[in-house]
């Protein structure tokens, strides 16, 4: 009797503290965790195993923590360009085929001028993917603003032909010599591929790129007037035009942003991951890092562990199949799930 | 607050589509998994009885460190020798990837102490953003010292790996860097004559086709799926003019390139869509050239809904299994006795570079310890035309016909082979074009 006594009143208070971010972020890892133990347990793996790979397999070895940072440095640009468009109020779907675009155009100045020198040919595809995705994007951000289509839709319907756009290239005019396989274009000339450190396909520039790129965006949602607009714009776009924000023009300038950074994510692809150009380019870190800004929101300082987190269960997952014969998609598991239960928790939190 | 009510479910939906768009390789891999359980089966059988050897030795420790054991007390023990493979396919497609995986399994019964692991359906659909640079390095972190790549496109992983690697023996199936002067010195290509299984099933689909309207299920366009698709045409066009007398001119050959060696929803044209198109403009035969096997599934369910159409899987011996009663035979790859004398090789330290593109055993094609190639013939073969099939055979064999004599000409006119040569293994590999007669695309 005591006991509920005690705990009835203890309910009240500590509300504050129950709501307190970090604690649900914990229950939401630990609803994830129990949620793929049953997953794991019901394929017949061994939990514990699998999470050891998944958590630390990504550090066990020099050549992994580099394929960890190549995979979490277009992950970082991606979720840094979305935490603008969230905050702005938006869900920007479109981003996979915004990466897309962006890989492509990096690939115009390689195809054009492949006699440049190769910094200066980088900084050229850089820019043009980064053009290229803001391209795509604003197309998004025109068919919101001007013609008032949702822009999830819009972004899922860019999303598909961008793909067609990338695989008629791949099949048709940028095929390889004297063949036509969907497994990509002809490979770029070892001279342009992003430098990497020793033996390991790590491109520093890579890493250093998304950090840049993520500092500044976090400078500007919360500390330039900018941002602060951009957020006004997100919690009531009509109230905030009121104010004197011009909205539409907010929504449209966080949707470009979101699609030059991934396109920078794109060039990243092109000429630091597979060098060459493939149809599925984008390899859906256009979509974990939606899953990415859906636990982090509007706030890129979160973005940096929580990319960094996802690239290290991908990677470390891919040692699944050989060390425990199960499939590495359980990583997969782990980071929707993830969401889920955060989005479970913030459901929770936000219930009076 | 509106449009916050709306958004929740499309982000429920998000959410859980992600999720299930990660849960959806288990089921579509569900036969996968048992071989894969067997092989990690088969990986931990050696753990197993050393974890009561070491048990003997110092009981108190090693007993919390069996599970690390597992991965670690081989290499100090028993020392298997580690071979391994990358697929591009699932081990269990039918195909060319169960005809390499058991090319593998063969070779590891035949070495005692030896250990083969590998990891399939490396490809961008399965396993997005990985490259095969990366499962290489994965297969040599538990210890393999020779690989296999297995797939066309893996030849500039497998030589970046190489490089990275030079205590590692690696072969590229169905590559040609060495003859490209590409490979570094670890690197050898291993192929077999699939030209004359092809000949022996373009042959096999004449003598047996009434409409003579002969298609070809592509898979992506390149040197080698040309070279397999004309040599095949060659085969039709010998036994349907040649064998059974009939004008040339009533033989039609028709490929379709779906655009990857199996379909990719989304990026390739759906093979059972292209098998059906073919059926419906009225082919009879359709030879299969993609390593799954939706060319005999889609004849079979045809022929059940009372059309006659045959079919002419590829790459796996018992690939007729799948609907014996439309199947005329199969054109097979025996990988086993190869890989065994590669790896027995790489092994002894005596692995010599070298581009490998071997001939049937022409004593016996179908010599399961001796013959890189066979052709299997199918039930729904005639008695009369096996016979003509295996005088066909005889006739490759002895040297007696060569198919590829010139006159030849591509599909633009430009001569291939001239009249009165023969090409040699070369000009054949790099066939540039498909034939003259041939209908569908070359991308020359």
């Known amino acids: ?352 | 607050m509106k449009r916050a009510l709306t958004r929740w479910p499309a982000l429920l939906i998000l959410v859980l589509g992600a999720i299930l768009s990660a849960c959806g390789g288990a089921p579509a891999s569900t036969p996968t998994e048992s071989p894969a359980t067997e092989a990690t089966e088969s990986a931990e059988a050696p753990a197993a009885t050393e974890a009561p050897a070491a048990a003997t030795e110092a009981p108190a420790t090693e007993a919390t460190e069996a599970p690390v054991a597992a991965t670690e007390a081989p290499a100090t023990e028993a020392e298997p020798y580690i071979f391994g493979m990358v697929l591009v396919g699932p081990i269990n497609d039918g195909g060319w990837n169960q005809a390499q995986y058991e090319g593998m399994k063969y070779v590891e019964e035949r070495i005692p102490g030896s250990k083969f692991i590998y990891i399939d359906k490396v490809n961008p659909a399965d396993r997005p953003n990985v490259k095969v640079e990366q499962v290489i390095d994965e297969l040599i972190a538990q210890g393999a010292t020779f690989v296999v790549t297995n797939s066309a496109e893996f030849g500039d992983g497998t030589n970046i790996a190489a490089e990275a690697n030079p205590d590692v023996t690696f072969i590229h199936a169905s590559g040609d860097s060495v003859l490209a002067g590409k490979a570094p010195a670890n690197v050898g290509n291993i192929m077999g004559k699939m030209i004359y299984g092809k000949m022996m099933a373009g042959c096999a689909a004449a003598l047996q086709s009434e409409t003579g309207k002969i298609s070809y299920l592509g898979p992506l366009i390149d040197p080698e799926t040309r070279r397999l698709v004309n040599s095949a045409y060659l085969g039709a066009k010998y036994c349907w003019t040649d064998v059974l007398g009939k004008p040339a001119d009533q033989l039609s050959f028709k490929v379709t390139w779906i655009g990857f060696w199996f379909n990719i929803p989304g990026v390739t044209l759906d093979p059972t869509q292209v098998a059906n198109d073919f059926i419906n403009g009225g082919s009879d035969v359709i030879l299969s050239g993609i390593d799954t096997t939706e060319a005999i599934v889609e004849a079979n369910k045809a022929t059940q809904a009372g059309k006659k159409v045959y079919a002419i899987p590829y790459d796996y011996k018992a690939a007729c299994e799948q609907a014996p009663d439309v199947c005329l035979g199969v054109p097979y790859f025996n990988w086993g006795p190869t890989y065994l004398k590669a790896i027995s090789d790489a092994k002894a330290g005596t692995f010599q570079q070298s581009f490998d593109w071997i001939a049937p055993d022409w004593t016996n094609i179908n010599n399961p310890d001796t013959s890189i190639v066979g052709f299997e013939n199918g039930a729904a073969l005639s008695a009369d035309n096996a016979t003509k099939l295996d005088a066909f055979i005889a006739q490759l064999a002895d040297g007696s016909l060569n198919l590829y004599t010139g006159p030849l000409n591509y599909q633009d006119g430009t001569p291939f082979v001239a009249d009165g040569t023969t090409a040699d293994d070369k000009t054949i590999w790099y066939s540039e074009q498909l034939l003259e007669g041939v209908d569908g695309q070359s991308a020359p």
């Open chain 1, 1 to 352: 009797m005591t006991t509920s006594n005690q705990a009835a009143p203890a309910q009240k208070p500590p509300k504050a503290a129950i709501r307190s971010p970090l604690l649900f972020g914990a229950l939401a890892l630990v609803g994830a965790l129990i949620f793929t133990s049953i997953v794991l347990l019901s394929s017949g793996v061994p939990p514990l195993e699998a999470y050891r790979l998944i958590f630390l397999g990504a550090f066990s070895t020099p050549v992994r923590i580099s394929d960890m940072i190549m995979l979490a440095a277009p992950l970082m640009l991606c979720s840094a360009g979305l935490t603008l468009t969230f905050a702005a109020g938006l869900y920007n779907l479109g981003v996979e085929g915004q990466m897309i675009l962006g890989a492509v155009a990096a690939m115009i100045p390689l195809r054009l001028f492949p006699d440049l020198p190769p910094p200066l040919l980088w900084a050229l595809a850089f820019a043009c993917g980064a053009a290229g995705g803001a391209a795509w994007a604003t197309l998004a951000a025109w068919l919101r603003v001007g013609l008032r289509v949702n822009e999830i839709f819009a972004g899922l319907g860019l999303n598909f032909l961008a793909s067609g756009i990338a695989l008629y290239l791949v099949l048709g005019p940028w095929r390889r010599v004297g063949q036509a396989s969907s497994s990509g274009t002809e490979p770029l000339p070892n001279a342009l591929w992003l430098p990497t450190l020793d033996k390991l396909r790590l491109a520093p520039i890579a890493p250093i790129v998304a950090l840049i790129a993520l500092a500044i965006i976090w400078a500007a949602v919360t500390r330039t007037r900018w941002g602060l607009e951009l957020r006004a714009v997100g919690l009531n776009p009509q109230a905030a035009g009121r104010m004197g924000v011009p909205a539409a023009r907010r929504l449209a300038e966080s949707l470009a942003a979101c699609g030059a950074l991934a396109g920078l994510a794109g060039a990243i692809q092109i000429i630091g991951v597979f060098h060459q150009l493939i149809p599925s380019i984008s390899s859906g870190i256009g979509l974990l890092a939606l899953l990415v800004v859906l636990l982090v929101r509007a706030n890129p300082a979160w973005v940096l562990p929580v990319a960094a987190a996802f690239a290290v269960f991908t990677v470390g997952s891919v040692q699944l199949p050989l060390a425990l014969g199960t499939d590495s998609s359980i990583a997969g598991v782990l980071q929707g799930a993830l969401v889920l239960f955060a989005l479970l928790a913030r459901g929770l939190s936000a219930r009076k």
